[in-house]
């Protein structure tokens, strides 16, 4: 049949008040042009993230139902690491209550200042906790990775000889590990090829470097291998994600994404030392080893979560809604990132509202206007989020200046999507009336969240 259904009957609904033009004027003045500062009830459509935002299956909440909440090695934390062990092959298993728990406890124990961290694109919160301990992110990603318009599939890549160069300019004494974040959420949630994979392990071996993936959505990175790698058309999701682990030597993991839990993560190790030592730092922030800030419910939620996500019927729902929303925004000459992605779509918004600068913020502009004419909340991945001064207090900005249409697993169905199709169309309209924003209010790290802004 060409008609891709969603594989999932409804059982349970959560209502959404509509509001009107005039009210959501009022409630993002009120919110000062910030869209992480709306209530969640104001909002119609919210793409701002698909981090936690997903619809957990009947069997995850019969798994909460039975989760364990001893404060030492319950039956929960126990299932939980099998789980993981099966799918991805690591020796130790650290739970963390989110992915930036893990990400700070990869860092803290393996990092210190002056230190480079190479990366294809980091996330904003792994960027922000490399900063925290005083080393350099480095984003090196592939040439292709800037052109949206390219059909390449595997936009997410490493650039390999850029990452040679890296290693051989700074000195591999001065990495202490590399990372790979699949799919690139930065960079479009645009995935990873096996080969690159494989080659950044080799790299990362021949200098004695640790290998990490930053794995939150490694369940659609496996199935846009499947769909478009020679020779892994015939292989299981299942036997894409255990070769996929199987080059690295641990990851950090936000099970808020393909885990399709509402909270939850972990940091996977092959090293026992660090493990231990990264169990220690846990003990001091988060908790105990077998729950790490979580409780026996979430670890049955995420266990559930793991299986589901590489169930194959769901994958191909779930890629295939992205590049719904992706083909029919194209349609309408809306400029977006170029295969559609797995979890969301980016508008890019220096295209869209070429005459809005960068230091006017397209991207928050363009967000403001999607709240405004539909009640979509979505989020801004330009110079609100990646910009800011240096130490000399000069401004400096994002390379692109994009917003994120991220799509929650499981939560909207079609219309939902053809609703948001609609809007779009109304807002190209009237590109041309947007204004640029300015901010008033900032914080030191991670301002996007805080931010206040007026309209220029
Ligand atoms: C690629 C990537 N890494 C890390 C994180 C951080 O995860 P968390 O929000 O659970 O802290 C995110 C969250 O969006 C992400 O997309």
Redesign the pocket.
């Known amino acids: 049949m060409k008609t891709i259904i969603e594989p999932f009957r409804i059982k349970s609904v959560e209502p959404i008040k509509l509001n009107t033009y005039s009210d959501r004027e009022d409630i993002l003045k009120k919110a000062y042009n910030n869209l992480f500062l709306i209530n969640a009830k104001d909002v119609i459509i919210d793409l701002l993230?698909d981090?936690g935002t997903g619809a957990m299956s009947s069997q995850q909440w019969a798994g909460v139902m039975l989760g364990d909440e001893s404060y030492a090695g319950s039956n929960s934390f126990i299932f939980f690491e099998k789980t993981i062990k099966d799918l991805m092959g690591f020796k130790n298993i650290i739970p963390t209550h989110?992915?930036?728990a893990a990400?700070r406890i990869l860092f803290s124990t393996m990092a210190k200042k002056g230190d480079y961290i190479p990366n294809n694109n980091h996330?904003d919160?792994?960027r922000a906790n490399v900063l925290e301990v005083g080393a350099h992110p480095v984003d090196l990603v592939c040439s292709q990775a800037s052109d949206f318009d390219t059909p390449f599939p595997f936009k997410g890549n490493m650039d390999i000889k850029k990452l040679k160069k890296f290693i051989i300019d700074k000195g591999a004494s001065n990495i202490p590990l590399i990372m790979l974040?699949i799919t690139n959420?930065t960079g479009g949630g645009q995935p990873v090829s096996m080969k690159n994979i494989r080659e950044v392990s080799l790299i990362a071996k021949e200098y004695n470097i640790p290998f990490y993936l930053?794995a939150?959505r490694f369940a659609e990175n496996a199935y846009f291998i499947k769909l478009n790698e020679k020779g892994y058309d015939s292989k299981s999701v299942k036997d894409i994600v255990k070769e996929t682990f199987s080059y690295a030597d641990g990851c950090t993991v936000?099970a808020?994404?393909d885990a399709i839990a509402n909270i939850g993560?972990f940091l996977c190790t092959n090293d026992d030392n660090l493990a231990k030592k990264k169990k220690d730092l846990l003990i001091l922030t988060e908790g105990f080893s077998t729950y790490g800030g979580l409780s026996g419910r979430d670890l049955e939620a995420v266990a559930y979560g793991l299986k589901e996500a590489i169930d194959e019927d769901y994958l191909q729902y779930r890629i295939e809604s992205t590049k719904y929303l992706g083909q029919k925004l194209n349609e309408l000459d809306i400029p977006i990132i170029n295969p559609p992605g797995g979890h969301a779509i980016y508008i890019d918004a220096k295209k869209f509202l070429p005459h809005i600068p960068v230091d006017q913020f397209p991207g928050q502009a363009l967000a403001c206007e999607l709240y405004i004419e539909g009640g979509i909340r979505s989020s801004e991945i330009g110079s609100l989020m990646f910009g800011g001064k240096n130490e000399k207090k000069q401004p400096f900005f994002a390379t692109h200046e994009l917003v994120r249409l991220a799509i929650p697993r499981r939560t909207y169905t079609q219309s939902h999507i053809d609703y948001v199709i609609e809007v779009m169309k109304k807002i190209k309209y009237k590109s041309n009336k947007i204004k640029g924003l300015k901010i008033f209010y900032e914080s030191k790290t991670l301002r996007h969240f805080t931010a206040r802004l007026e309209r220029v």
Request: positive net charge; aromatic residues 6%; hydrophobic residues 5%.
């Open positions: 993230t981090s989110q992915g930036r990400e996330f919160t792994t974040t959420n930053d939150c936000s808020k994404k993560g």
